[in-house]
C-alpha cells in the first residue's frame, strides 16, 4: 500500500505540472471567478503544502500506538468533495502575484523529486514530530502521504476547472 500511494503522489504531482504547462503565461495568472486562486496560485500553494517534507520526514517521529492507515479513508473522503470549499493555513497561502510559468513548473518538479524520495526512505508507521495546532498534527507519515496525493488531485481538478473558466 504505501509503495503505491508515494507513485500516486509523484504522478498527482506531474499532472500538476502537465496542466501548468497547458495554460499560457497570462491565463495562468488570471482569476476565473470571484473568490478563486489563479491556476498559478493553486500550483504555488501545493508546493509550500510539500516544501520541507523531507525535513520532517527525517526528523526523529515516534511510533504509531494505532493502524498506520486508520484514517487514510476519512482524508480520501474529504479531499474527494468538491462541494466543500476548505480553508488553507496561512503557511500555505500562495503570494498574490504575477508568477512565471517555468518557475513554477521547476519547482513542482523540484519538490516532487524531494518529497517521494523522502516518503520512500522514510517509515510511514511513525507519526512525524508536527507543532502544537497543526492540522494534521497525531497522523502517522502513510496518512500524511495520503493526504498529500489526494490533496494534491484535489487541486488538480481545481486547475482543470479554473482552465475551463479563461481560455
Do not use: C
Amino acid at each position: 500500500m504505501s509503495k503505491e500511494i508515494v507513485n500516486e503522489l509523484g504522478s498527482a504531482l506531474d499532472n500538476t505540472a502537465a496542466l501548468i504547462e497547458s495554460f499560457n503565461q497570462e491565463e495562468l495568472n488570471k482569476v476565473p471567478f470571484a473568490g478563486s486562486w489563479t491556476a498559478a496560485q493553486v500550483a504555488r500553494h501545493i508546493y509550500l503544502s510539500l516544501a520541507g517534507l523531507d525535513k520532517l520526514f527525517n526528523a526523529p517521529a515516534e511510533p504509531a500506538n494505532r493502524p498506520a492507515g486508520q484514517q487514510v479513508d476519512e482524508f480520501k473522503e474529504l479531499m474527494g468533495n468538491m462541494d466543500i470549499k476548505m480553508q488553507s493555513p496561512e503557511y500555505i497561502v500562495p503570494e498574490d502575484k504575477q508568477f512565471d510559468k517555468q518557475d513554477l513548473i521547476e519547482s513542482l518538479k523540484d519538490v516532487k523529486k524531494i518529497a517521494v524520495e523522502a516518503a520512500i526512505n522514510t517509515n510511514l508507521e511513525t507519526v512525524p514530530p508536527l507543532e502544537d495546532g497543526h492540522p494534521l498534527k497525531g497522523v502517522t507519515k502513510l496518512e500524511l502521504v495520503h493526504f498529500l496525493a489526494y490533496h494534491n488531485q484535489r487541486h488538480n481538478r481545481q486547475i482543470k476547472n479554473i482552465r475551463s473558466n479563461v481560455k
